[in-house]
């Protein structure tokens, strides 16, 4: 049953690895050839040209032998595949060798090509290490922001500066970008925080403007210039030096100010913040703001130069310059959405603005910012008479508890987004302090409608539900920011998460937990009632608010310290194991009826709460959905733990829907393995708890499905299941790479299958081979999403690809659908011949993605599977092989797809 082991390949890497763990700092910098003689010349001179170190070449080039020997053939070149060699090297042992622009222009590639190229050397689980990936995200992610923020500022500056002669409006352009990147680089230690380097660009155009000259301004902006500004002088600086009570004001032009904001979709008053408490600060430490004259590039350009290579990242310059190696995909003008106008041709069809990253945060912001109550920063006047009406009244606990948060939140995010941001992160509490005083009032109202009561002191007098609701208010306003998304897939520091670097800037979730010391099993309960209580979160929102409850339920609430095993082990010494959640309640539908006070007022201790049989409706009262339960003999059963129920239910229909996408992929032809690998999931997540700490609920999941199918005689290999996996939603290689095998040690999955999973549970799952195997667990049902969008686009009933939508130009995408405006003119008759080709087509496009014809030869080997290592026999099989050709060039975006589909599906089965 295990798979056999090879070490060939394993003791390679782990000798490339302990070059990493202790490099020698006193060797000298510059390459000796002498010493590699016995590497190809091209490539030692490859190393030479970017000063690597001698132990940095020969890492590099054992790295790639261990790449050559896995490929059947060199898709790509040498010299780029030693480009990528050399970046991992230097990354991983955390030498300062090269920029990536440096190595980019060495093999002739550009960002996105050379990211490509070394993830696709990611065939063995040991060649790209978590700490490479992570820097690849990082890298990535900033390069996304950049672009974006060029291409913004390239837009702007042909609305500011009149095209002149001589070329002084694109020497002035060129200084502006320069300092711009200084600014972003000195202010900001997160630096692909979108919305924050925008508002900094925003004040650095603002800078520009206003000292140069008069001619080169366009006439909006010539006449936006403030009458009474003038230039700062070096008296006033030194009279304004010596008032000690007060430091000075930044010289910032509020009316020109306001002009660029208006005409950029931003918050004017945001960006003067930003100015005060940053961008002066950045001028005053270049000694800028002392002089009157415009910035002399020369000078702009050294001091960036020194930043940039400290960075090793790319050259931000080079996007002013169209370099090769920087640029992006162009994209069409054409490309611009068209929506259809009543009464016109189609030829006058109404051009819709490309959503940019920039405007879609502007919109998002600006949205969040309209939705939020009138009261300003203190409870409104309907939200102080709940807490009146609480035999203790909350309101001094809840503003204290305010003001301590508020401190602390400031300062860490001042800490992980740059120094000069606590006011940044100040204003960003403010907002999410408003939010949760507006879902806290609705959420009130809805239970006093439900309950018919007024008094709900228990509930608002709990500091963990003011703590949940708060960092969900907060976490919602970091995500509409851009400050908090999923790309590390909750592996971060903020949540403590082994493996991670503890000097990394991430403010993504879970980070909020951390800074507010708050349980993520807490912060579960309130999300649902969240969502509910405010109709105007946007799709994306919600959606981010869904995946944070999933990460809590797949892996963050299963970390050595969470109070869901208290609860588990309460449930256990209580007697009711059982009520966690039985499998003969999987067929029935999931009731979304659940409210915050059921959840936070349950569970208590076992015996410290037994409601009476005739008991009135009290906010602690069980929902429908969870009837009282009966006496069984002499004995009382406890009453149910309503959050530790909720939260079982969710996790088996959630860890379902995954294995049942996995075996879509994989085990297609062996429908009959589903329901098998199912029960033996689902015992384990009942029964065998202890296998979830400090792991992920997909590691289970991947190791049951190889059980069930070697025990089953069915060839599928430990590499065709991550092959696969990799193409699912919402995933990350930290989960089959790093697996906890014992207390602060770490390996592969298929360690984790072979030394803790399989002697774990081997008895169990050597009974699905015998005659009598276990009975099967009910098939949960997969329940539609509880959170309902109007204004969503709706599937047409009998189709898979037709949708109907409400109009809405102004948030629509250049990627969006094609617009059909039902009962208004729609133009030439040949439209509606496209839509009827893209319907019938999508089916077959998706087909010909999984045609092994039409798909490049995917490179082998996994650290794990090599030469027969993961299967018993030592065979090896074609099917394997093609299959994991079909699942390489599965993107994540067609498993987004598919996984909706199965969504409706069941929805249809349902209606």
Same mark, same amino acid.
């Given at each position: @049953?295990?798979?056999?082991?090879?070490?060939?390949?394993?003791?390679?890497?782990?000798?490339?690895?302990?070059?990493?763990?202790?490099?020698?700092?006193?060797?000298?910098?510059?390459?000796?050839?002498?010493?590699?003689?016995?590497?190809?010349?091209?490539?030692?001179?490859? +190393?030479?040209?970017?000063?690597?170190?001698?132990?940095?070449?020969?890492?590099?080039?054992?790295?790639?032998?261990?790449?050559?020997?896995?490929?059947?053939? =060199?898709?790509?070149?040498?010299?780029?595949?030693?480009?990528?060699?050399?970046?991992?090297?230097?990354?991983?042992?955390?030498?300062?060798?090269?920029?990536?622009?440096?190595?980019?222009?060495?093999?002739?590639?550009?960002?996105?090509?050379?990211?490509?190229?070394?993830?696709?050397?990611?065939?063995?689980?040991?060649?790209?290490?978590?700490?490479?990936?992570?820097?690849? @995200?990082?890298?990535?992610?900033?390069?996304?922001?950049?672009?974006?923020?060029?291409?913004?500022?390239?837009?702007?500056?042909?609305? %500011?500066?009149?095209? =002149?002669?001589?070329?002084?409006?694109?020497?002035?352009?060129?200084?502006?970008?320069?300092?711009?990147?200084?600014?972003?680089?000195?202010?900001?230690?997160?630096?692909?925080?979108?919305?924050?380097?925008?508002?900094?660009?925003?004040?650095?155009?603002?800078? +520009?403007?206003?000292?140069?000259?008069?001619?080169?301004?366009?006439?909006?902006?010539?006449?936006?210039?403030?009458?009474?500004?003038?230039?700062?002088?070096?008296?006033?600086?030194?009279?304004?030096?010596?008032?000690?009570?007060?430091?000075?004001?930044?010289?910032?032009?509020?009316?020109?100010?306001?002009?660029?904001?208006?005409?950029?979709?931003?918050?004017?008053?945001?960006?003067?913040?930003?100015?005060?408490?940053?961008?002066?600060?950045?001028?005053?430490?270049?000694?800028?703001?002392?002089?009157?004259?415009?910035?002399?590039?020369?000078?702009?350009?050294?001091?960036?130069?020194?930043?940039?290579?400290?960075?090793?990242?790319?050259?931000?310059?080079?996007?002013?310059?169209?370099?090769? !190696?920087?640029?992006?995909?162009?994209?069409? %003008?054409?490309?611009?959405?068209?929506?259809?106008?009543?009464?016109?041709?189609?030829?006058?069809?109404?051009?819709?603005?490309?959503?940019?990253?920039?405007?879609?945060? @502007?919109?998002?912001?600006?949205?969040?910012?309209?939705?939020?109550?009138?009261?300003?920063?203190?409870?409104?006047?309907?939200?102080?008479?709940?807490?009146?009406?609480?035999?203790?009244?909350?309101?001094?606990? @809840?503003?204290?508890?305010?003001?301590?948060?508020?401190?602390?939140?400031?300062?860490?995010?001042?800490?992980?987004?740059?120094?000069? +941001?606590?006011?940044?992160?100040?204003?960003?509490?403010?907002?999410?302090?408003?939010?949760?005083?507006?879902?806290?009032?609705?959420?009130?109202?809805?239970?006093?409608?439900?309950?018919?009561?007024?008094?709900?002191?228990?509930?608002?007098?709990?500091?963990?539900?003011?703590?949940?609701?708060?960092?969900?208010?907060?976490?919602?306003?970091?995500?509409?920011?851009?400050?908090?998304?999923?790309?590390?897939?909750?592996?971060?520091?903020?949540?403590?998460?082994?493996?991670?670097?503890?000097?990394?800037?991430?403010?993504?979730?879970?980070?909020?937990?951390?800074?507010?010391?708050?349980?993520?099993?807490?912060?579960?309960?309130?999300?649902?009632?969240?969502?509910?209580?405010?109709?105007?979160?946007?799709?994306?929102?919600?959606?981010?608010?869904?995946?944070?409850?999933?990460?809590?339920?797949?892996?963050?609430?299963? *970390?050595?310290?969470?109070?869901?095993?208290?609860?588990?082990?309460?449930?256990?010494?209580?007697?009711?194991?059982?009520?966690?959640?039985?499998?003969?309640?999987?067929? #029935?539908?999931?009731?979304?009826?659940?409210?915050?006070?059921?959840?936070?007022?349950?569970?208590?201790?076992?015996?410290?709460?037994?409601?009476?049989?005739?008991?009135?409706?009290?906010?602690?009262? #069980?929902?429908?959905?969870?009837?009282?339960?009966?006496?069984?003999?002499?004995?009382?059963?406890?009453?149910?733990?309503?959050?530790?129920?909720?939260?079982?239910?969710?996790?088996?229909?959630?860890?379902?829907?995954?294995?049942?996408?996995?075996?879509?992929?994989?085990?297609?032809?062996?429908?009959?393995?589903?329901?098998?690998?199912?029960?033996?999931?689902?015992?384990?997540?009942?029964?065998?708890?202890?296998?979830?700490?400090?792991?992920?609920?997909?590691?289970?999941?991947?190791?049951?499905?190889?059980? %069930?199918?070697?025990?089953?005689?069915?060839?599928?290999?430990?590499?065709?299941?991550?092959?696969?996996?990799?193409?699912?939603?919402?995933?990350?290689?930290?989960?089959?790479?790093?697996?906890?095998?014992?207390?602060?040690?770490?390996?592969?999955?298929?360690?984790?299958?072979?030394?803790?999973?399989?002697?774990?549970?081997? !008895?169990?799952?050597?009974?699905?081979?015998?005659?009598?195997?276990?009975?099967?667990?009910?098939?949960?049902?997969?329940?539609?999403?509880?959170?309902?969008?109007?204004?969503?686009?709706?599937?047409?009933?009998?189709?898979?690809?037709?949708?109907?939508?409400?109009?809405?130009?102004?948030?629509? !995408?250049?990627?969006?659908?094609?617009?059909?405006?039902?009962?208004?003119?729609?133009?030439?008759?040949?439209?509606?011949?496209?839509?009827?080709?893209?319907?019938?087509?999508?089916? *077959?496009?998706?087909?010909?993605?999984?045609?092994?014809?039409?798909?490049?030869?995917?490179?082998?080997?996994?650290?794990?599977?090599?030469?027969?290592?993961?299967?018993?026999?030592?065979?090896?099989?074609?099917?394997?092989?093609?299959?994991?050709?079909?699942?390489?060039?599965?993107?994540?975006?067609?498993?987004?797809?598919?996984?909706?589909?199965?969504?409706?599906?069941?929805?249809?089965?349902?209606?």
């Amino acid at each position: @049953m295990p798979p056999k082991k090879r070490n060939s390949v394993t003791t390679q890497n782990k000798e490339l690895k302990s070059g990493a763990e202790s490099p020698d700092k006193k060797e000298s910098p510059e390459l000796s050839v002498k010493k590699h003689r016995d590497k190809d010349a091209g490539f030692v001179t490859l +190393c030479k040209s970017l000063h690597v170190t001698d132990l940095v070449c020969d890492r590099a080039w054992t790295l790639w032998k261990t790449v050559q020997e896995s490929m059947d053939e =060199v898709t790509d070149t040498q010299k780029r595949l030693w480009g990528a060699c050399l970046f991992v090297s230097a990354t991983d042992m955390d030498v300062t060798c090269f920029t990536l622009t440096q190595v980019l222009k060495a093999v002739n590639l550009n960002v996105k090509q050379f990211l490509a190229l070394v993830r696709k050397l990611d065939v063995n689980l040991d060649t790209i290490s978590t700490k490479v990936n992570s820097a690849l @995200m990082r890298l990535e992610k900033k390069y996304d922001v950049t672009l974006a923020l060029y291409q913004r500022f390239e837009k702007t500056c042909k609305k %500011i500066f009149a095209l =002149v002669s001589d070329g002084k409006d694109r020497e002035t352009m060129r200084s502006c970008w320069t300092m711009f990147l200084l600014a972003k680089g000195r202010v900001l230690q997160m630096e692909d925080d979108l919305v924050i380097s925008f508002q900094l660009l925003l004040c650095t155009l603002e800078l +520009c403007i206003k000292r140069c000259p008069p001619d080169l301004l366009q006439p909006l902006y010539k006449s936006a210039i403030s009458k009474v500004q003038s230039p700062p002088t070096r008296t006033s600086r030194r009279n304004q030096s010596k008032a000690k009570s007060r430091p000075p004001e930044p010289e910032v032009d509020l009316q020109l100010l306001k002009t660029l904001c208006n005409e950029n979709e931003c918050n004017a008053e945001e960006v003067k913040n930003v100015y005060q408490t940053s961008f002066s600060a950045f001028l005053d430490s270049l000694d800028l703001s002392r002089s009157p004259d415009f910035p002399q590039v020369n000078d702009l350009n050294q001091q960036y130069e020194d930043f940039y290579l400290k960075s090793r990242d790319f050259d931000g310059r080079l996007f002013f310059d169209g370099d090769e !190696t920087i640029l992006a995909p162009k994209v069409e %003008i054409s490309q611009v959405e068209r929506t259809p106008k009543k009464n016109m041709p189609d030829e006058d069809a109404v051009l819709i603005p490309p959503q940019t990253p920039i405007r879609a945060a @502007m919109n998002s912001i600006q949205q969040l910012r309209g939705d939020l109550p009138s009261s300003g920063d203190q409870p409104s006047t309907n939200l102080a008479t709940y807490f009146k009406n609480c035999t203790v009244d909350p309101t001094q606990d @809840m503003l204290k508890r305010l003001e301590t948060l508020g401190q602390v939140f400031s300062q860490r995010f001042g800490q992980a987004v740059g120094p000069r +941001c606590v006011v940044l992160g100040r204003q960003r509490f403010t907002l999410g302090v408003r939010l949760y005083y507006k879902v806290m009032e609705a959420m009130l109202k809805s239970e006093e409608k439900r309950l018919s009561v007024q008094n709900f002191s228990k509930l608002l007098n709990d500091s963990t539900f003011h703590t949940s609701l708060l960092a969900c208010a907060l976490e919602v306003v970091m995500a509409t920011y851009g400050e908090s998304s999923f790309k590390t897939g909750g592996y971060n520091c903020g949540g403590g998460s082994s493996g991670c670097d503890p000097a990394e800037t991430n403010v993504c979730f879970p980070w909020i937990l951390d800074v507010v010391n708050l349980a993520a099993f807490d912060f579960y309960k309130v999300i649902e009632s969240f969502i509910k209580a405010d109709p105007t979160l946007s799709k994306d929102i919600v959606k981010h608010l869904e995946t944070c409850e999933n990460l809590i339920m797949e892996r963050i609430a299963w *970390r050595t310290g969470s109070v869901l095993f208290e609860l588990l082990k309460q449930e256990h010494e209580g007697g009711a194991a059982e009520q966690i959640e039985t499998p003969a309640s999987f067929s #029935q539908p999931l009731q979304h009826n659940h409210t915050a006070a059921d959840l936070y007022l349950s569970p208590v201790r076992p015996g410290h709460r037994v409601l009476p049989p005739e008991s009135p409706a009290t906010p602690t009262s #069980q929902t429908s959905s969870q009837p009282p339960t009966q006496p069984a003999g002499p004995t009382p059963r406890l009453p149910k733990s309503n959050s530790l129920s909720l939260f079982y239910k969710k996790l088996y229909r959630l860890a379902y829907t995954r294995l049942k996408m996995l075996c879509s992929y994989l085990l297609s032809s062996h429908p009959e393995l589903e329901p098998i690998i199912w029960t033996l999931f689902q015992h384990t997540l009942q029964h065998e708890q202890e296998l979830m700490r400090d792991r992920h609920l997909d590691q289970l999941m991947m190791s049951a499905m190889y059980a %069930i199918c070697k025990v089953k005689s069915v060839d599928l290999r430990f590499k065709t299941i991550v092959t696969a996996y990799k193409n699912m939603p919402n995933t990350n290689q930290e989960t089959f790479k790093h697996v906890l095998i014992t207390e602060g040690h770490y390996d592969s999955i298929i360690i984790f299958y072979n030394q803790v999973f399989m002697q774990k549970l081997k !008895t169990n799952i050597l009974q699905y081979a015998s005659t009598r195997p276990p009975t099967l667990s009910p098939i949960p049902q997969i329940p539609c999403s509880p959170y309902k969008f109007p204004n969503s686009p709706l599937r047409v009933p009998g189709s898979n690809n037709v949708y109907i939508s409400p109009m809405n130009p102004g948030m629509m !995408t250049p990627r969006s659908r094609m617009l059909v405006s039902i009962g208004e003119s729609f133009g030439l008759s040949n439209r509606f011949q496209r839509i009827n080709q893209m319907v019938n087509s999508s089916d *077959r496009s998706f087909k010909r993605t999984l045609d092994p014809g039409s798909t490049p030869k995917p490179l082998k080997r996994l650290r794990f599977d090599v030469d027969g290592q993961d299967e018993a026999d030592g065979s090896k099989s074609e099917r394997d092989s093609t299959l994991i050709q079909k699942l390489t060039d599965l993107s994540s975006t067609r498993s987004r797809m598919h996984e909706q589909k199965m969504k409706e599906d069941a929805e249809s089965r349902k209606e």
